[in-house]
């Protein structure tokens, strides 16, 4: 289970900091990423990481940072700079194995979304 957290009203130049917990057993989570949707909008992809890439969608380069604490099964995105057009619901991913069960099985999780707003 995911929860992400962090969302909330910026103006534009300021920052956020969204998190995303994943709690459970046995399972080891293999790449996790932050999505966002706009109203009317297709959900896009911002930025996802692994045990050894990292990537952003071009609209976010320079500006947000996604970063990963294995030990507490956490991940974040810092995002600096916001401008109006980064509103949106951000919503958290995570790809994981259930060791759980033999041999472990690989799933896909989503968080609940967090509400991001930037006003001009």
């Known amino acids: 289970q995911l929860q992400a957290s962090g969302g909330g009203l910026v103006q534009a130049g300021e920052s956020l900091r969204l998190s995303c917990a994943a709690s459970?057993?046995?399972?080891?989570?293999?790449?996790m990423g932050w999505h966002r949707q706009a109203p009317g909008k297709q959900r896009e992809l911002v930025a996802t990481?692994?045990?050894?890439?990292?990537g952003y969608a071009d609209s976010v380069k320079g500006r947000f940072t996604i970063s990963r604490d294995n030990a507490k099964n956490t991940g974040f995105l810092q995002m600096n700079s916001l401008t109006p057009e980064d509103s949106a619901v951000y919503y958290c991913?995570?790809?994981?194995?259930?060791?759980?069960?033999?041999?472990?099985?690989?799933?896909?999780?989503w968080g609940q979304g967090t509400q991001v707003t930037v006003s001009s």
């Open positions: 990481i692994t045990e050894r890439n990292i």
């Open positions: 459970g057993r046995d399972f080891n989570i293999v790449t």
């Open positions: 991913q995570a790809a994981y194995y259930d060791q759980s069960v033999h041999p472990p099985s690989l799933h896909i999780s």
